[in-house]
Each structure stands twice: as structure tokens, then as C-alpha cells.
């Protein structure tokens, strides 16, 4: 009662404050906790980003060895994994493991589970809560790759791989899909930089849907494993982490670029939608496709230009001149990067895996921020909780959404065998 308007799609709900990313859809700009997103992807590695967007912050050298050493030997799952991964079907998409995955892996982490620890486990603001949560967020970052790695191999019936502590976390990952043999494999630096520079775009674009479905899951105070199996489910949808996949899938039912125009047409009649155009922020442009096309540009130097390249490219080109999508403000998002994971070798329906595993990243740090919100003064009694600061704002409460009601009003129920 009393609730006149319902905002479907979010379009003008802000339900946080927030202090990780900054994305100005005018301008065509991201921001990571300040740094632009240009000057991430070429002085950073997605690593470093990754302690950025926790952290708040660009590490230190101890605080980066620290924080490397701990994610990279939390790689290592329970022998038992292997039993669970080898329980899918030969062809399961590997969104639908990676997602079954994070909630298996919960259940081997007793100390994140509120049932068995108690309601308030992160959310103190004490040491023993943030190590608690330090805790979870090196495992759940280190393990990424690795159940992403071994959603790949199960498929093909290989054998998984130990992963790696002697590489970067790009290269442990390529280490992890493509080991053949215990002689020394060492990716190629320049597909390994590629894919690390994606996986730094990829890593938060703040309150997207997959965020946001964590958030609200997380709300309940539930373990992260499970929030974050729940963003993964929410970004698998092609409107959202899919797209990658849906691209090439769309470029491949194209064919050559004389049939652009055909298709072009067909979007403009809705009887098609256009993946990889679009945006709910940037409406001039996305700067992750302008660090994409420049990435393609140096893997393809390696790998070979891909056959649908010249398809993608008229494509742009008819869609940026044609009226339908000047008037809706649509230009190329992130996701013509399904390119290059192409010419990489990547299977098409493994794309989405490839935008989740760095994307863990930017879930834990709307989760870390949502539990405790740190006042970045260095001083450790200035640590209040979320609760705490949102309190003094109102309250914060667990995401439960209002709906105005449109069904049927009271009615008596009827037996079986009265209704007509
Ligand atoms: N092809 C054709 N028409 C489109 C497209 C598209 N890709 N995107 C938007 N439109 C039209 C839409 O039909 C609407 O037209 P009208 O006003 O006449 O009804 C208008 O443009 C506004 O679009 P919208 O759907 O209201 O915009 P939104 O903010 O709700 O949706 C979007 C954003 C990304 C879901 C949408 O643009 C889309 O479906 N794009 C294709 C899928 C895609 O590439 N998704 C990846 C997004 S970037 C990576 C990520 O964050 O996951």
C-alpha cells in the first residue's frame, strides 16, 4: 500500500554507496577506485587490480607478495573435487559448472558458514572477521582458474593439473587448461599479457547485474561461495557475460559481411538483437572495446587474423552509421572480445567462463565492501561496520524489494472436482 511506481530494470535505483568503480556513461570513462581504466590495463596486471578493487588501494611490494603468495597457493582444490567435476555430462555448457562449482566449494569452508558459525561472521569489523574474510576471498580468487580449468579438461576426458605457484595468475590459468605433459609448459607471453590485460577489463564494472545479484544474495548473509555462484548464474545470461558467446554465435549465423545489411535490418525489426552493442551506463562509448580492438590487434599478430573478423568490422560499421542505433545511443560493449579468445583456441561456449573467473574479483569487492566499510585512514579503530555507518543512515536491511500487487484479489478455493 501506498507504493505508486515500480522501477523494473533498476533504471533509477541506486540501492548503495560505493567506492570501487566510477563509470561516466557520458564521457565514456572507468574509473577503479580512481585510477582510469586505461592506465589499469597498461601499467597493471589483473592481479594488482584485483587488490586495487579489494583493498582500495594500489599494494605495496610486501603487500602485493603477501597478497600474490596467498591467492596463488589457495589454488589447489580437495582431491575429492575430481569426483564432483567428473559427475557432469560429457557436454555440460561450463557456465553450468564454474556456477555448481563456487557452491560446491562453500561446502568445504565451515568457517564462511553462518549456520555453523553464527549469523555475524564478517560483518564485526574486528581483525579475526577480516582475516576470516581475507581468507575466503584469497581461496575464491585463487581457486577461479582452477575450477574453470577443470570444467575445460573434464569435457575432453583429461586428466587435471596441479596448479602452478611459479607463474603469473594468467599464466597458472593457461598453465592449468593446457599442460599436456610433466615436461615444463610455458604459455606464450604475449597471449598470456592479452588474456591478463581482458581479465583486468573484465575484473568490475560496478553494480552490473551479476554485482547486484550477489549483493542481494549476500544480503541474507549467506557464505560467499554461494553469492558468488549466484553471480555466476546471473552473468551466464546473454544479455550479460553470455554476450560474448552470443557475439560469435551471431557472427557465425551472419556469415560473410555481404549479409550485414540483411541482419541489420532484422535487429532494426527486433526479430534480432545485436550482442555486443549496448549499454545500461556508456552511451557514447565503452573504453574496454577500444583496449579490446588493440588487444586483438597484438593477437592477432601471433595467432592469425580470424575469419569472422571482416564480418565483426562491417558490422560496426553499418550499426554506427544507421539511425536505429544513433538514436539509441548504441555502440560496441565489451564483448567483441569473444574474437580473440577465439583466435586463442578457447571453445565458444567457454567464453562466459573467461569473463566470470576475473570477474570474481570485482563480487568480492562489492561483498567486502557491503560487510565492513573501512574509513582509509590507516587507523584500525576507524573500522566501523556496514551496519554500523548504515545504521546512522536509516538502517540497512536485508535486499527484500517491494512489488505492487496486480493478480486477482481474495478468492475461495474451490475442490478439485467443482472447477470448470
Ligand atoms: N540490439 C538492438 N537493439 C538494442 C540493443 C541491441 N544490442 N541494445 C539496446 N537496444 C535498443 C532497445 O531495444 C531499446 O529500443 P527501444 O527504446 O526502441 O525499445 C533501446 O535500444 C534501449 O535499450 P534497452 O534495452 O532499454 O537498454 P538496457 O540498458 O535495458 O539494456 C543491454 C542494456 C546491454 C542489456 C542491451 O543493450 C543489450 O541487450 N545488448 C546486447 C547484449 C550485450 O551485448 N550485452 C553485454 C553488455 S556489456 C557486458 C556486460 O556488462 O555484461
Not at 569426483?83 to 559448472?97: C, K, N, T, V
Not at 559481411?257 to 551506463?281: C, D, M, Q, T, W
Request: glycine share 8%.
Amino acid at each position: 500500500k501506498g507504493l505508486r511506481v515500480a522501477d523494473g530494470g533498476f533504471l533509477n535505483t541506486a540501492v548503495i554507496r560505493s567506492q570501487i568503480t566510477f563509470i561516466d556513461g557520458e564521457a565514456g570513462s572507468e574509473y577503479n577506485r580512481g585510477y582510469p581504466i586505461e592506465q589499469l590495463a597498461l601499467h597493471s596486471t589483473h592481479l594488482e587490480t584485483a587488490y586495487l578493487l579489494i583493498y582500495g588501494a594500489l599494494p605495496t611490494v610486501p603487500q602485493f607478495e603477501i597478497f600474490s603468495k596467498e591467492v596463488m597457493h589457495h589454488g589447489v582444490t580437495h582431491a575429492d573435487a575430481e569426483l564432483f567435476f567428473r559427475s557432469f555430462r560429457y557436454d555440460a555448457h561450463p557456465m553450468a559448472i564454474l556456477t555448481s562449482a563456487f557452491a560446491y566449494l562453500g561446502s568445504y569452508c565451515s568457517e564462511a558458514n553462518p549456520s555453523l558459525q553464527g549469523q555475524n561472521i564478517f560483518t564485526k569489523g574486528d581483525e579475526a572477521s577480516l582475516a576470516r574474510m581475507d581468507k575466503q576471498i584469497y581461496r575464491l580468487i585463487g581457486k577461479a582458474t582452477t575450477l574453470a580449468a577443470m570444467a575445460y579438461r573434464v569435457r575432453q576426458g583429461r586428466e587435471f593439473v596441479t596448479p602452478p605457484t611459479n607463474l603469473s595468475y594468467t599464466g597458472s590459468f593457461l598453465y592449468q587448461m593446457d599442460h599436456m605433459s610433466e615436461e615444463n609448459y610455458v604459455p606464450n607471453p604475449i597471449l598470456e599479457k592479452a588474456l591478463d590485460v581482458l581479465f583486468l577489463l573484465h575484473a568490475d564494472h560496478e553494480l552490473n547485474a551479476s554485482a547486484t545479484t550477489v549483493l542481494q544474495t549476500g544480503s541474507s548473509l549467506v557464505d560467499p561461495y554461494s553469492a558468488i555462484a549466484a553471480g555466476c548464474a546471473s552473468l551466464y545470461g546473454p544479455l550479460h557475460g553470455g554476450a560474448n558467446e552470443a557475439v560469435i554465435r551471431m557472427l557465425i549465423t551472419i556469415g560473410k559481411p555481404e549479409n550485414v545489411p540483411a541482419f541489420i535490418e532484422a535487429v532494426k525489426k527486433r526479430e534480432k538483437v545485436l550482442s555486443g552493442f549496448g549499454h545500461r551506463v556508456y552511451k557514447t562509448s565503452d573504453p574496454r572495446s577500444f583496449i579490446v580492438r588493440k588487444t586483438a590487434d597484438e593477437v592477432f599478430n601471433i595467432t592469425g587474423k580470424d575469419e569472422l573478423l571482416e564480418t565483426a568490422m562491417a558490422l560496426h560499421e553499418a550499426a554506427m552509421k544507421d539511425k536505429y542505433f544513433i538514436e539509441r545511443r548504441l555502440a560496441p560493449n565489451v564483448d567483441f572480445c569473444g574474437l580473440i579468445y577465439r583466435a586463442m583456441g578457447f571453445p565458444l561456449d567457454f567464453f562466459p567462463v573467461l569473463f566470470a573467473v576475473p570477474r570474481v574479483v570485482g563480487w568480492l569487492a562489492h561483498w567486502r565492501q557491503a560487510s565492513i566499510i573501512e574509513q582509509l585512514y590507516g587507523n584500525k579503530s576507524l573500522i566501523v561496520t556496514f551496519f554500523q555507518m548504515m545504521l546512522q543512515e536509516g538502517g540497512v536491511k536485508i535486499w527484500r524489494p517491494r512489488q505492487i500487487y496486480i493478480g486477482a484479489g481474495k478468492r475461495e478455493y474451490v475442490p478439485i472436482g467443482g472447477r470448470v
